[in-house]
């Protein structure tokens, strides 16, 4: 399991590793945090998705999505919610994925 983290880290800072003379590129990160950060931003990651908010899950597990032309960018839903708080289209749209007594994991 340390190997793999260890080739992971390492690809993301180089970009590209090397195996017996040939060049393996790595296009998607599938480390254990990036998993449980895509599950723990699923629910809102698919409402914003259905209403074309251009959502994705960046490295570290941030949620970012695309705002009046803007791309905006959280690194957990209590600094979601604390900005939507303030866009009532927002609001709408997250209600019953973003309810404020829901904890994070």
């Not at 970009?15 to 950060?37: G, H, M, N, P, Y």
């Not at 074309?52 to 999505?65: A, D």
Request: net charge positive.
């Amino acid at each position: 399991m340390k190997d793999k983290e260890r080739i992971l880290k390492s690809a993301r800072e180089k970009k590209q590793i090397t195996c017996k003379e040939t060049a393996i590129r790595l296009a998607v990160d599938f480390s254990l945090e990036t998993l449980q950060a895509s599950r723990e931003w699923h629910d809102t990651f698919k409402v914003l998705k259905e209403k074309t908010f251009y959502p994705r899950v960046v490295y570290s597990g941030k949620m970012s999505f695309k705002h009046e032309g803007e791309i905006k960018t959280f690194p957990g839903k209590q600094k979601l919610r604390h900005f939507i708080n303030t866009r009532p289209l927002l609001q709408e749209i997250l209600k019953g994925v973003l309810q404020s007594g829901r904890k994070e994991c």
